[in-house]
């Protein structure tokens, strides 16, 4: 049985070792394991090409992918999308793996209620959004970037009686911003899902600048798109002199971390298993309270992802 393996959408640490794991195992149970290059675009332009196990020799440790991945406007069309599946069946191949984040499994959703697909997908993305799972890969590896980064702010604005602001990726999430500001020991934390009490917070922080507090550190999620008024926030209300470092897409690569190898050898298996003895599947592999489970598609694109109630918490309580 041939079998496609594409990521999609923005690129994320684990990406690689999912890779690996794919081919590594359709080896073993004798299938035929294609890649294809370059996300939705290639899967257009039939950049598929069969894998071999040397592709994926010395890959297990490497950020990104060595697929590379894309965003694809011409998906949207249907001409597009139709060229893409005859490219899929001129290969043979009748099952496909996406990496990939709510974007592309929005598209996947549409391409399989047009054309017959056996496809699985693999949450795959930094903002760790995406509906029905607790966990995509790349959060782990872009949170360790994040503490590394701010563990270094954190040295120089003590040493220098300053309040720094760090913009954090996730789109339209606080995720990333909301762990990384609890496991940093941030004092301020603002992200699209919790309402920013300024002014509290303001008289809190201006207090403790009065009893000696010559430093502080806030997280704001982009999503928010309030960098610059928390900054001027900081710098007139809260009264710390302030600066701001936009992290950007560092944030996106890395190797991937322990956790983010392991769980993408955990989430290709179960894609593979499953693929392998079904011919129309259409899901996604999910993780939830520490189990791998599959669920349809439509019930992954129908509903918005929510951040677990514990976090959201923890914004009132961070000090
Ligand atoms: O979805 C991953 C992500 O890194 C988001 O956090 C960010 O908003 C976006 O992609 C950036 O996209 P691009 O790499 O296209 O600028």
């Given at each position: 049985?041939?079998i496609?393996?594409?990521?999609?959408?923005?690129?994320?640490?684990?990406?690689?070792?999912a890779?690996?794991?794919?081919?590594?195992?359709?080896?073993?149970?004798?299938e035929?394991?294609?890649?294809?290059?370059?996300?939705?675009?290639?899967?257009?332009?039939d950049?598929?090409?069969?894998?071999?196990h040397?592709?994926?020799?010395?890959i297990?440790?490497?950020?990104?992918?060595?697929?590379?991945?894309s965003?694809s406007?011409?998906?949207?069309?249907?001409?597009?999308?139709?060229?893409?599946?005859?490219?899929?069946?001129?290969?043979?191949?009748?099952?496909?793996?996406?990496?990939?984040?709510?974007?592309s499994?929005?598209?996947?959703?549409?391409?399989?209620?047009?054309?017959k697909?056996?496809?699985?997908?693999?949450?795959?993305?930094?903002?760790?959004?995406?509906?029905?799972?607790?966990?995509c890969?790349g959060?782990?590896?872009?949170?360790?970037?994040?503490?590394d980064?701010l563990?270094?702010i954190?040295?120089?604005a003590?040493?220098?009686?300053?309040?720094f602001?760090?913009?954090?990726?996730?789109?339209?999430?606080?995720?990333?911003?909301?762990?990384s500001?609890?496991?940093?020991?941030?004092?301020v934390?603002?992200?699209?899902?919790?309402?920013?009490?300024?002014?509290?917070?303001?008289?809190?922080?201006k207090?403790?600048v009065?009893?000696?507090?010559?430093y502080?550190?806030?997280?704001?999620?982009e999503g928010?798109?309030?960098?610059q008024?928390?900054?001027?926030w900081?710098?007139?209300s809260?009264?710390l002199?302030?600066?701001?470092?936009?992290?950007g897409h560092?944030?996106?690569?890395?190797?991937?971390t322990v956790?983010?190898?392991?769980?993408a050898?955990?989430?290709?298996?179960?894609?593979?298993?499953?693929?392998?003895?079904s011919?129309?599947?259409n899901?996604?592999?999910?993780?939830?309270?520490g189990?791998?489970?599959?669920?349809e598609?439509?019930?992954?694109?129908?509903?918005?992802?929510?951040?677990?109630?514990?976090?959201l918490?923890?914004?009132?309580?961070?000090?």
């Amino acid at each position: 049985m041939a079998i496609a393996i594409m990521c999609s959408g923005g690129d994320a640490a684990g990406m690689n070792p999912a890779i690996k794991k794919f081919v590594d195992y359709a080896f073993k149970s004798g299938e035929v394991p294609y890649l294809v290059f370059n996300g939705l675009e290639g899967l257009i332009d039939d950049e598929i090409r069969l894998a071999q196990h040397k592709d994926v020799a010395g890959i297990l440790h490497r950020g990104g992918t060595i697929i590379q991945s894309s965003r694809s406007k011409r998906f949207f069309e249907y001409e597009y999308r139709e060229k893409a599946f005859q490219n899929l069946q001129d290969h043979n191949i009748t099952g496909l793996i996406v990496l990939g984040g709510d974007g592309s499994f929005r598209a996947m959703e549409r391409f399989s209620s047009e054309f017959k697909l056996n496809f699985v997908g693999i949450p795959a993305t930094i903002d760790n959004d995406i509906h029905g799972t607790e966990y995509c890969l790349g959060f782990d590896t872009a949170l360790n970037v994040i503490r590394d980064a701010l563990d270094k702010i954190r040295d120089t604005a003590s040493s220098f009686n300053r309040a720094f602001l760090v913009e954090v990726m996730g789109r339209d999430c606080g995720h990333l911003a909301i762990v990384s500001a609890m496991t940093s020991g941030a004092e301020v934390c603002v992200i699209p899902e919790v309402e920013f009490k300024s002014e509290e917070l303001g008289k809190r922080l201006k207090d403790e600048v009065q009893y000696g507090r010559n430093y502080a550190l806030a997280i704001v999620a982009e999503g928010t798109k309030r960098t610059q008024e928390v900054y001027e926030w900081l710098q007139e209300s809260v009264g710390l002199e302030t600066r701001v470092s936009i992290l950007g897409h560092i944030q996106r690569g890395g190797n991937p971390t322990v956790r983010d190898r392991l769980m993408a050898f955990d989430f290709t298996i179960v894609a593979m298993d499953h693929l392998l003895s079904s011919d129309n599947s259409n899901k996604v592999v999910v993780f939830q309270k520490g189990e791998f489970r599959l669920i349809e598609i439509q019930e992954v694109v129908s509903s918005k992802y929510e951040i677990p109630k514990r976090y959201l918490d923890a914004i009132n309580l961070l000090d």
